[in-house]
């Protein structure tokens, strides 16, 4: 595929690109950017922990179960080798 037939490819930006696009039209500072790129990673950080926490309830998993979990992962190492 070459240059030209890939620009005519439709595609649809996020709300989310669309608004970091809208943000790069003000020319914001290096600090700014880091900021933001923090504000995201916290934001995405938390939305994967409180899914995680839902998981755990639902699944009604305990300190217990993460240590079997973890014996399991070394257990089926010492196995392939």
Excluded at 16 to 36: C, G, M, R, T
Excluded at 64 to 70: A, H, S
Aim: charge should be negative.
């Amino acid at each position: 595929m070459n240059q030209q037939s890939k620009l005519k490819m439709p595609f649809i930006l996020s709300q989310l690109q669309l608004e970091l696009l809208k943000l790069y039209a003000n020319d914001i500072s290096e600090e700014q950017l880091f900021e933001i790129k923090l504000l995201l990673a916290n934001f995405f950080a938390k939305e994967a922990s409180d899914e995680m926490d839902k998981f755990w309830e639902t699944e009604n998993l305990t300190q217990e179960t993460m240590i079997e979990w973890t014996n399991e992962h070394y257990r089926a190492n010492k196995n392939c080798t």
